[in-house]
């Protein structure tokens, strides 16, 4: 009798297995949503061929930012203060633009302590994929309303919050962030496909994902539970993503799908579900967020894309050679540089 044998484990085209995109295993509540957000990220990186020594990853406080401790294991990390991951961000792609940054984030990291990071980040157009994972709450300190709160939801003690919400898509829109995208932790196909063309971006691409807290905030009377998701999600598109080496063996089909070819050369298709909504007007795109609010419906897919902009690399007019790289000589010019830069302050 012959030996069983065993099926080859995939490999990505760097000979990766998909294991190699894994860290830790998660601390966090069963059944959260952040785990089912991390388990996309570590798909989406192995289908990119992400090498895991150019990938740094970044975080606050708060349970979203333990997310970067389950993925790849292997690549450059930094967890920060609390709202301070996007002023990190900044400075290592300063001084490292050769690497991919992929920041986690939560709604309160973000939207309270961490707004005015976040605000100076998206207008600088700064080189990363910033995921908002948006429970509504402060897990970390017992399920306290977090600035994305909805108006009416209540807590599991009775307790209503009657402040209007903070919108991270709608505040990135009107910083001309070029990419801005929601999702649902239930909905791993569509966050797949958001996360592998956020992937393929030039600049700050915000992901604003509805990740119920299963502790905390995943009652009845909470808008924010899997149930209150599950009933007023209401996808955009369906989305079809083409990786830059696949142009060649892929057709997509024709109909009344957009494309949009992203800045490595992949595609992305947005095929409209209830209506012509058209991802590159951003003044159309916040006009629907805005008339869904009102049916208490969030709307889910790209939310707006613009590929032809300027980085903070372009705007500081950074060498193709990253800082960490260049020689001491080049990146400390004597006292007579120093001398002249201080007398065009004067």
Not at 126 to 150: C, H, M, R, W
Not at 255 to 269: N, Y
Request: negative net charge; charged residues 20%; contains cysteine.
């Amino acid at each position: 009798m012959s030996p069983a044998t065993t099926a080859p484990v995939p490999t990505n085209r760097l000979g990766l297995t998909k294991q190699d995109y894994v860290g830790a295993k998660s601390t966090l509540c069963p059944g959260c949503g952040h785990d089912a957000i991390t388990s996309q990220i570590i798909q989406a990186a192995f289908e990119m061929n992400l090498e895991p020594h150019r990938v740094a990853k970044l975080s606050g406080i708060g349970c979203s930012s333990k997310t970067p401790t389950y993925f790849m294991a292997q690549a450059w990390g930094f967890n920060s203060v609390h709202g301070r991951a996007a002023s990190v961000c900044t400075g290592v792609t300063l001084a490292n633009s050769s690497l991919i940054n992929l920041l986690a984030s939560g709604d309160g990291d973000s939207m309270s302590i961490g707004m005015g990071q976040l605000v100076h980040m998206l207008r600088r157009n700064v080189p990363v994929v910033y995921i908002i994972e948006d429970n509504g709450v402060y897990g970390l300190t017992k399920g306290q309303f977090s600035a994305t709160a909805d108006v009416g939801s209540t807590l599991k003690h009775g307790d209503v919050n009657e402040l209007p919400p903070l919108d991270p898509c709608t505040l990135a829109m009107e910083l001309g962030c070029g990419f801005v995208a929601r999702s649902f932790s239930g909905n791993p196909k569509q966050l797949g496909v958001i996360l592998k063309a956020a992937l393929a971006y030039r600049g700050t691409a915000l992901i604003d994902v509805i990740s119920p807290c299963v502790t905390f905030n995943n009652h009845e009377s909470s808008t924010r539970s899997y149930k209150a998701a599950k009933d007023h999600e209401m996808p955009l598109q369906d989305l079809g993503f083409v990786p830059y080496y696949d142009q060649d063996e892929v057709d997509i089909p024709a109909g009344e799908a957009r494309e949009v070819t992203l800045p490595d050369g992949s595609r992305l298709t947005l095929r409209a579900i209830h209506e012509d909504f058209d991802p590159t007007d951003r003044f159309a795109a916040l006009k629907a967020i805005f008339e869904a609010s009102q049916r208490k419906e969030f709307l889910t897919g790209i939310l707006h894309i613009k590929t032809e902009q300027k980085t903070l690399h372009d705007y500081m007019h950074l060498v193709d050679t990253p800082l960490v790289a260049l020689p001491s000589s080049t990146v400390k010019p004597g006292p007579e540089a120093l001398a002249a830069c201080m007398r065009e302050l004067m």
